[in-house]
């Protein structure tokens, strides 16, 4: 490592394996009316594999090296013509007729992987609104949305929507002419010759044409793609050019910094993993100082794309990548903006309201042991925004992909005022503290939603005016009792014998790209923090320039019925090796303010224990969605947790009074008699002999109730859902159905419950309510036992719809049931199964079901029959029907599973308890200042917005007046003749 100037080329190992490389672009385009639904494909490249090295080598070696591995023949060497061929490079692209010379290469010390050349592809269907179409020169009047291959139709801009926590958000009012440089201020920063000179900016994206008008410093335009010309045939590379550097019409953020666009989709909309790895080496030769990345997608585990931008940011690259328009949905973020060393960029309104569409966190890499990192890091103007066509003049466009250039050019003019002489001293961490320090926290959104708040250009420039290098921490203050901000945690105090609270830290150093944490943290406890007790988890290393710290949360014994507010301060030191000019090591330590609440802990029958533990999902491999009836989402990606995509849920258990709490480990590692039930939800994990066993003792011995809500199986279908891999000449097949029913009738085989392989869709009837619950893609209960009773209903048999495309009716499918329905002997607890998830799921639910959740854990945890549930008289014999489900042969599963080849484990963590107390920790370090006094640059540049501003309503008033007198005067006239026409009539 060469520290010297922050420029470095490091490639981080990984024992990920990627499985698809997803990537596309994050942007909608709307024009209220117009909205497009548009799909990605992805295509292994037949027999093309990249062949990714420990170093560098010049390209005309790639090829004598490949020789000593794996000989002469069977394979070919692909010639990748663009502008780095001249470079040495860290990876081959070769055609392989010869499998085997795969698993030769993967074993050779010179290689450090072997991946499949992936082609990605976007399709478009237009629907248009006759009323109001758009123009039709607009070109590209499309919305690009990821959901693994999803895309909704719906309209960004829409006149209300319903937010599940009760906001409303309303339709744009304010002049969509406003140009975002004079919203944040940036011309107060050109007005003193900051205006992003000599920053290299680089756009990662669709092109741009030669000597387009908006454009004064474009620096260099390659083509990384097949086609001849680098021109933007799309609009989209040149929309998100002009919202960082534009000097016309619609104006840019830094017009003056020099651009280097990189186009790496065709006009087609495909693009290529090696296309996208070779341009990214040419971003580190060219040494740019930003990028731009309006592009993402779920595979977190894609290695190559994964530490390839690693290594730019540890070249000092600062990233910039569009977070998502999977929202309102959580648990959706995507990649490379959920990387920590990456700036992610979250939307808003012009009334600095969320925007809807912009994907929530948090991230779910760290499931199912850990809690997830924040993101987005912060929000920018995304909805409604203008920016520049093709050929000249101006579009509207809305999408994170908007909002992530819009932060690109702040911080290139944030760069342009740091001199070029000091500018080595800007870093991506830096940059990314100014930045999250200087935004403005949104009042009404959470943690998860904004990150750290609102762009604030000038915020920003003066923290970077005054930057001394340092560590610092997301969150700056653990304020775990802040609502809205800080929800989760706020919704649920803290009480002894919970599950640990588990709070994941990002840690951000601004003093080099590596850094080390030197002595363990330590916990200081204020006021009434001897009551907590506190452990940390963190690794050895944090880099490129960002590592984390897992906070674990717990209350000590003597406060179980105590209530109150408990403080204290959790401090962390980190070294960083000297940089240019130092003999030192630098120092930094981060004090970062914890409070909780503390309440007494709450009994038994309100406590539910959610199972993260037997959840599986996509990227780690192939599991298919819940509801069949989404035929472009094929993946179950959002984590199934209860602060994502079951966040609804969550909620609403949380008003009934239920207090959750999450299970990252098998069963032998909670206490049973602490709960009232434990929720299975759409488990896809096996279960080990050992858990099957005490969970049979915690039932009929501790007393506890188990809900279990299933989800379909059945091997064909399951077939019918894999595709072919061209590279392998293999099937890859999902590695379960929407549950695991074989693993789940194993669990519940001891009481003579089991779930068949027909997939069943219909709906449901509350008795009390007049409503109705939509049952998507659920199984059904083919065995269960005597004083047990079910809940039948109608359902249509998909299992005939996806296999023959024939639906038939079926009559009385038992898919609701609760065991004992009468107190039993040597039997102390409590069963209930339900069949689907879907209804429960924020990411499918059509009609919710929470109701019927509510009498299955009235019955599990207070023994209550369920009373809006039809159930049928108590059954005097077992019921029996059709043969259990088998499991898929040679299932992948084994591949991810935590359980198959593995021995449950239950942490052994050693917590903290300081007995003596600080003082009282002072109110402003639970909101540290966002800026400094006000005086210097930025305070004079706060003053003149006043001024301006002042001197701007003065002049404006007179005006006002006479136009609202105008049309006071013509409505009343306008009243007053339609007055005369009207027939009256009494009252």
Not at 283 to 297: F, K, M, P, T, Y
Not at 677 to 699: G, N, S, W
Request: hydrophobic residues 40%.
């Amino acid at each position: 490592e060469n520290q010297s100037d922050g420029r470095m080329s490091f490639l981080k190992s990984s024992n990920y394996v990627s499985l698809v490389f997803f990537l596309q672009l994050t942007l909608s385009i709307t024009s209220f009316t117009n909205v497009t639904r548009d799909r990605f494909s992805y295509e292994i490249v037949q027999n093309e594999y990249l062949v990714m090295f420990h170093r560098y080598m010049p390209p005309s070696d790639h090829a004598a090296v490949l020789k000593q591995v794996i000989g002469e023949m069977g394979w070919t060497l692909k010639v990748r013509n663009n502008p780095a061929w001249f470079l040495p490079s860290d990876f081959a692209l070769i055609n392989v007729d010869q499998q085997e010379h795969i698993q030769t290469l993967r074993k050779s010390s010179i290689v450090k992987g072997v991946f499949a050349e992936r082609k990605i592809t976007q399709t478009l269907k237009n629907i248009e609104n006759e009323m109001n179409p758009l123009p039709e020169d607009l070109p590209n009047n499309i919305w690009f949305r990821n959901q693994t291959g999803k895309m909704f139709t719906k309209e960004v801009d829409v006149a209300e929507f319903d937010d599940p926590f009760g906001r409303s958000a309303r339709r744009l009012h304010a002049s969509f002419h406003e140009q975002v440089p004079e919203l944040l201020h940036a011309n107060l920063l050109w007005e003193s010759k900051y205006s992003g000179t000599s920053v290299k900016v680089a756009v990662f994206d669709t092109g741009l044409r030669h000597n387009h008008p908006h454009f004064k410093n474009i620096k260099e335009i390659t083509n990384w793609t097949s086609e001849d010309s680098s021109d933007d045939g799309l609009g989209h590379g040149t929309f998100v050019a002009g919202v960082i550097a534009s000097q016309s019409e619609c104006l840019g953020l830094a017009p003056d910094s020099d651009m280097y666009i990189f186009k790496v989709f065709t006009g087609k909309r495909v693009s290529y993993t090696s296309w996208f790895l070779d341009a990214f080496n040419f971003a580190i030769h060219r040494e740019v100082d930003v990028l731009n990345l309006s592009i993402g997608g779920p595979d977190f585990l894609d290695q190559p794309f994964v530490e390839k931008v690693n290594e730019m940011t540890a070249n000092n690259i600062v990233v910039v990548s569009a977070i998502g328009n999977d929202g309102p949905l959580y648990g959706t973020l995507n990649n490379p903006a959920d990387q920590p060393d990456v700036i992610g960029v979250g939307g808003i309104n012009f009334s600095d309201g969320l925007a809807y569409f912009s994907s929530r966190g948090m991230t779910t890499w760290e499931l199912p042991e850990g809690y997830g990192r924040v993101k987005p890091d912060l929000l920018a103007y995304g909805q409604s925004m203008m920016g520049s066509r093709i050929k000249g003049g101006c579009q509207m466009l809305s999408g994170t992909s908007v909002a992530s250039p819009v932060v690109t050019g702040a911080v290139a003019l944030l760069m342009s005022t740091v001199s070029e002489a000091d500018r080595w001293k800007v870093n991506p961490a830096s940059m990314k503290q100014v930045l999250i320090e200087g935004a403005d926290r949104l009042p009404d959104s959470h943690i998860f939603e904004q990150g750290s708040g609102k762009l604030n250009l000038l915020n920003s420039y003066e923290l970077l005016r005054t930057y001394q290098p340092r560590l610092s921490a997301v969150p700056r203050t653990l304020d775990l009792t802040q609502c809205p901000y800080m929800w989760p945690y706020c919704s649920q105090g803290m009480y002894h014998s919970a599950q640990p609270t588990v709070i994941n830290v990002t840690l951000i150093n601004g003093m080099g790209v590596s850094g080390e944490i030197v002595e363990p943290p330590r916990w200081s406890p204020s006021k009434n923090g001897e009551r907590v007790e506190v452990s940390f988890a963190y690794p050895e290393m944090l880099w490129p320039w960002s590592g984390w710290l897992g906070i674990y949360l717990q209350v000590h014994e003597n406060s179980s019925q105590w209530e109150g507010i408990a403080e204290g301060i959790i401090s962390v030191l980190v070294e960083s090796p000297a940089m240019r000019g130092e003999t030192l090591p630098r120092r930094s330590q981060v004090n970062i303010p914890l409070r909780v609440h503390i309440i007494p802990t709450p009994p038994r029958n309100k406590r539910i224990l959610w199972d993260q533990f037997h959840n599986l999902r996509y990227p780690a491999g192939y599991f298919p969605r819940d509801s069949l009836d989404v035929k472009d989402e094929p993946f179950d990606w959002n984590a199934d947790h209860p602060h994502t995509n079951f966040q609804g849920l969550f909620r609403h258990l949380r008003q009934r009074g239920y207090f959750v709490e999450v299970l990252g480990k098998s069963f032998l590692c909670f206490n049973a008699s602490n709960y009232g039930a434990l929720l299975i939800m759409d488990a896809e994990e096996e279960f080990f002999p050992v858990e099957i066993a005490k969970l049979k003792k915690d039932v009929t011995e501790t007393g506890l109730g188990v809900v279990v809500i299933a989800d379909w199986f059945n091997v064909d279908v399951i077939k019918k859902l894999r595709f072919f891999d061209e590279n392998s000449g293999k099937w890859w097949t999902p590695a379960t159905g929407g549950a695991n029913v074989p693993a789940l009738n194993d669990l519940l085989a001891d009481y003579g419950i089991a779930l068949g392989s027909r997939i069943f869709q219909g709906e449901i009837n509350n008795v009390f309510r007049n409503t109705t619950a939509f049952y998507d893609s659920g199984t059904s209960i083919i065995r269960f036992p005597q004083n047990g009773m079910l809940g039948s209903f109608w359902m249509m048999d998909k299992t005939e719809e996806m296999l023959v495309g024939a639906p038939k009716r079926a009559p009385n499918v038992p898919i609701v049931g609760i065991y004992p329905a009468d107190p039993q002997p040597n039997f102390a607890g409590r069963l209930a199964i339900f069949g689907d998830s879907s209804c429960m799921d924020d990411a499918t639910v059509r009609q919710e079901c929470h109701w019927i959740l509510d009498g299955l854990l009235d019955f599990a945890t207070s023994a209550i029959l369920p009373q809006s549930i039809p159930l049928s008289a108590t059954l005097t014999a077992p019921y029996s029907e059709d043969s259990l489900p088998e499991r898929l042969p040679g299932s992948d599963i084994l591949k991810f599973s935590h359980v198959i080849g593995h021995s449950p484990q239950c942490e052994s963590r050693q917590f903290l308890r300081q007995t003596q107390n600080l003082t009282a920790i002072p109110e402003e370090a639970w909101y540290p200042a966002f800026y400094s006094d006000g005086h210097g640059p930025a305070g004079q540049l706060r003053e003149g917005i006043s001024s301006r501003v002042g001197q701007a309503q003065e002049k404006v008033f007179p005006w006002t007046l006479l136009v609202l007198l105008s049309a006071g005067i013509a409505i009343a006239l306008y009243r007053w003749k339609s007055a005369s026409n009207v027939r009256r009539e009494p009252v």
